[in-house]
């Protein structure tokens, strides 16, 4: 491919699409949100309405007016920046190696989806409740995970297909050692990093949650959550191409902007499960 060839809109609408595709955290977040991102600092609204109120009724009585469903649009800060600039020597004399761009490319939104994964798991730090395995064991580990959906459903959260437990690869490998149906109505339709269901809530294995190291082993910071839970917003605001001045080549620069923050803290749960180390 030429880089006169390189059409900037298309490039970023196919990087976008594959971001989505390789999104684990991300994909599990809200993403609706209203306003332009420009820049690091920008800010966009997340909207959403306030409760309603339930009241008795009586027979030949009027009901009061209809209440005004207060608009709480909260704003979401674009704090993060991240790029990649790469090039490839001399792509008009490589196009004896098909899809080489397309496998560049594909690439750039590997590690794109995994720094971003990495600050929506970061998160966890802001989750204010917590359910903790001190020492996690294919014999216990499905209790913490049903303690974190009992808080969710005091909560009030009344659907178990909105909730997911994201989980790193370890405490998954206890998951499937504990015989644990991971049962799913179609397994061929299971989303990226979808291991299956438990008690009704999808699980999810990601390499990106966060582990720190403590005393007596590593903590591995799962989570219990709705979809509107965490909202993310996000902009491939620069994508473009260009020939390096002291080099033979066709390179390729991106720009990638995004935030997240939790907007219904009553609806996560961190998972703080000790691994003990033998």
């Known amino acids: 491919m030429a880089i006169s060839n390189f059409i900037p809109t298309v490039w970023s609408e196919a990087l976008l699409h594959s971001l989505r595709k390789k999104y684990i955290a991300v994909a599990n977040c809200n993403r609706e949100f209203e306003g332009e991102i420009r820049e690091k600092g920008s800010s966009v609204k997340v909207c959403g309405v306030g409760n309603v109120t339930v009241s008795n009724y009586t027979r030949n009585t009027n009901m009061s007016s209809p209440e005004t ?79 974190a959906r009992t808080r969710l459903y005091k909560q009030n959260v009344s659907n178990a297909d909105d909730i997911v437990f994201e989980v790193s690869p370890e405490i998954g490998e206890m ?10 109505d179609n397994t061929e339709s299971l989303e990226a990093g979808c291991i299956g269901k438990i008690a009704g809530c999808s699980v999810y294995v990601s390499n990106n949650i966060q582990v720190t190291g403590e005393e007596d082993g590593n903590a591995h910071h799962c989570l219990a959550r709705t979809r509107r839970a965490i909202a993310f917003a996000e902009q491939l605001s620069e994508i473009d191409a260009y020939r390096p001045e002291l080099r033979f080549a066709d390179a390729v620069k991106g720009l990638h902007l995004y935030g997240a923050k939790i907007f219904y803290p009553q609806e996560i749960v961190h998972m703080n499960f000790i691994v003990v180390e033998e």
């Open 175 to 184: 998951l499937l050692k504990a015989k644990v149906d991971l049962s799913s």
């Open 69 to 147: 469903l207060s608009d709480n649009a909260r704003e979401l800060t674009i704090n993060q920046a991240k790029y990649f600039n790469f090039q490839i020597d001399d792509i008009d004399r490589a196009q004896s190696m098909p899809r080489l761009m397309e496998a560049a490319m594909a690439n750039a939104a590997d590690a794109l989806a995994n720094e971003a994964d990495k600050y929506v798991y970061g998160l966890y730090t802001d989750v204010t409740y917590t359910v903790t395995n001190e020492d996690a064991t294919p014999q216990n580990v499905i209790d913490t995970l049903l303690a």
